[in-house]
């Protein structure tokens, strides 16, 4: 087998809070050694949710850096000299303003791939999760009290662009948070929102099961280890009370707890499992 040139070089993360920390760690379970570069106050996210800021940068090397004072940003040339990838999220023009935007860094290191996340494509608007959700009609599908599916999306779109301008050869690239959760709002499927027999979660005798038998082989499959031959063609039928199909199907999901159903539909090769 030939030597591998993978990965080609460090990953500089200068991001903080959730999008680009996150796409830092997935270029490194890509297998790049990734530089965190953090302010001399620290990413945000280490005081407000640590466990977070855990998740999102365990693996990584910190370096605190001052890029407002000469030394830090003579420091921050010397590593981008060496390195393939660089993720910034400052506000638009900010770097610029520091001399470490992609014109001065590209000159320093032309096969860098400089890589910056922001809010808007053509605007300096600020902005979170929640509106990129709101503006993308999004809002009402996904629980976002709880999952930040626009910092998702972006975080996967900027790990896109650098292996794209790792592709062609370097230079400079923008990811905007608010086009890239757009680019995955797709129309609503039906069915798949927990309306009919073979796609939602029940209740087992202790706590709760996800069941998505979704294909007819595989819902053919259920009804007969379960021996419930009488739910065979009703897959689609309404999970709702008045159906009478859905409550034989509950009161076989609560003869159980949730654990012993994920062994036997492990065992049976079904898609089951247990709500951790």
Request: charged share 20%.
């Amino acid at each position: 087998m030939a030597p591998s040139a993978w990965p080609p070089g460090k990953v500089l993360d200068l991001t903080r809070l959730l999008p680009g920390p996150l796409a830092g760690k997935l270029l490194l379970e890509m297998g790049f050694p990734v530089l965190k570069v953090e302010p001399p106050g620290g990413d945000p996210l280490k005081a407000l949710a640590p466990e977070a800021y855990r998740f999102l940068n365990e693996g990584k090397e910190v370096l605190v850096l001052d890029l407002k004072a000469e030394e830090g940003r003579a420091r921050l040339l010397g590593l981008v000299a060496e390195a393939a990838v660089l993720l910034e999220s400052n506000r638009p023009g900010a770097m610029e303003r520091l001399g470490l935007g992609p014109e001065a860094l590209l000159a320093e290191n032309p096969r860098l791939v400089y890589v910056r996340l922001r809010g808007y494509r053509d605007a300096p608007d600020p902005g979170h999760d929640l509106t990129y959700l709101a503006e993308a009609g999004l809002l009402g599908r996904f629980p976002w009290r709880a999952f930040q599916f626009a910092d998702l999306a972006g975080a996967y779109a900027l790990a896109l662009a650098a292996l794209k301008g790792l592709l062609l050869g370097g230079g400079f690239y923008e990811v905007a948070l608010a086009e890239a959760v757009k680019s995955i709002a797709y129309p609503p499927i039906p069915f798949l929102d927990g309306s009919v027999l073979c796609y939602g979660v029940y209740r087992a005798r202790e706590g709760e099961v996800a069941l998505a038998a979704l294909e007819p082989h595989l819902w053919a499959r259920f009804c007969q280890k379960a021996g419930l031959p009488e739910l065979l063609e009703a897959a689609f039928s309404p999970a709702s009370p008045e159906n009478p199909l859905y409550g034989a199907l509950c009161a076989f999901f609560a003869q159980r707890p949730a654990r012993a159903w994920e062994a036997w539909a492990r065992e049976e090769g079904l898609p089951l499992r247990a709500v951790r």
